[in-house]
């Protein structure tokens, strides 16, 4: 079954949050929380290692329990249970969107045109358990009978900016392979690659769902017409494997039956990292930490399905999102991992987000006259900090922030990790309850800068009321990496059934495409 076609700014709590904004508009954090001294516990929750605290937000009680009712009035329930039960909830492309199923354990069936998907899950698996492991043991050969030393993955959009996030996030768990990215059509990006590798010592793995990517296919076929030069077409069944569900397009490429990795209508590009797109990652860090990050998603996708919606993190984070971009009009929202390990992570969740909710069209084909998709951007704390954070302590706009961190590091450097962590706390802190005009006024005369007083005061004043979440782990595990990137796919899809829109088909990014095959644009 579909989902219900419901116009959320036609649903009476709708009128009821409208009418709460413009009190909630005048909302001061310094205030809400000087009134409730409980705030942070009563606006805060854990799931397993994780802390997440939103209290530096916009919000009182009575804000959570109007947004929790338009989570009620909009069916949201309903609609999570049709997105892990296989219902055709991608309606414009017929399918269904069953990433969920697999990073699954129970063995609960669950049908799409009457036949079980989860064996296939498993013989996926399966095979991609074999032949990792066939590859880090070094038992695969090369066709001169040496060992394989790089992986290449050449795929674009969520068939690279997944695996690719995944890979260097979980960089502290790899083993002897490196692991490299090829995805722009610019030869120059493909030209950097294959100065690093050798053709003796490297295996490709060309991922395309579709395998019809301009950009995919070009460099798949650059790097083949590479490796010709010193091998054989006979060779090439030792150095390329194909991620894809055009099983006949990969044949007429030439790349050998067996070495095809069967790929699903029914997962998102965008969301496939935990499919058989995720081999590099596999390679990468072997199975069983694959394994891993696939029950760290388990955990928040049971999380998100069986927990009421006032203690349910993506659900809460979903609405306040919500509350912001359609009520306050706030345009983007930023993400600040604490993390080198997480520098791509922004950079992939803007395809998540963005491809997923940038849509104009509702689910009944009316152009929507309200805001859907934020704008997501965002870089590693604390180099934003030293960057672009001068615009959210100083600047005019309202940009919420979520600060993802951990308490422990992973290289024991805890003189480094304090300060990070100070650091981490300290930007929350500042953003939220800023600096009033009294304590800079003291501050100057502290600093014995009386005289510049009536000069610098305007400027060392810090009005705060900057929101934030705190989305704290343990560690940085593939484990917790799981529960992260899980986290954000349900909050994308709560929001995409709050505004009514089809959240897993991507029409927008074909002109451009269609363009760009007709056209050769000369410069
Ligand atoms: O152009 C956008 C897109 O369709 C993404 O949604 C997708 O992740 C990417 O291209 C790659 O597609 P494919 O895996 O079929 O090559």
Redesign the pocket.
Known sequence: MPLLNIKPTQTATWKKLANHFNEAKNYELRELFRENKNREEELSFSLDELFVDYSKNRITKETINLLLSLAEEVELKDAIEKYFSGDKINVTENRAVLHTALRSSSDNPIFIDGKDVKPQIQSALRKMKAFSNKVISGKWKGYTGKPITDIVNI???????GPNMVVEALRFYKNKLNTHFVSNIDGDHISEILKKISPETTLFIV???????QE?INNANTIRDWFLKSATVFDVSKHFIAV?CNINAVDNFGIDKKNIFPMWDWV???F?LWST?GLSICLAIGFDNFKELLKGAEKVDNHFRNTSFDKNIPVILALISVWYNNFFGAETEMILPYSEYLEKFPAYLQ?VAM?SNGKNVDRDGDEVDYQTGTIVWGGTGVNSQHAFMQLLHHGTKLIPVDFIGFKESLHNLEDHHEKLTANYFAQQEALAFGKTKEDAHLDLKINNESNKISKLLPYKVFKGNQPSNSILFDKLTPFSLGMLIAIYEHKIFTQGVIWNIYSFD?FG??LG?ELAQKNVYCL
């Not at 795929?155 to 900016?161: F, K, T, V, Y």
């Not at 991922?207 to 990517?213: D, L, M, W």
Request: glycine share 18%; net charge neutral; aromatic share 4%.
């Open positions: 795929g674009i959009g969520g068939s690279d900016l991922v395309s769902k579709s395998f019809t990517t995919t894809s998102g590009g965008r496939s797109v395809q491809e991507q990014v074909e495409k």
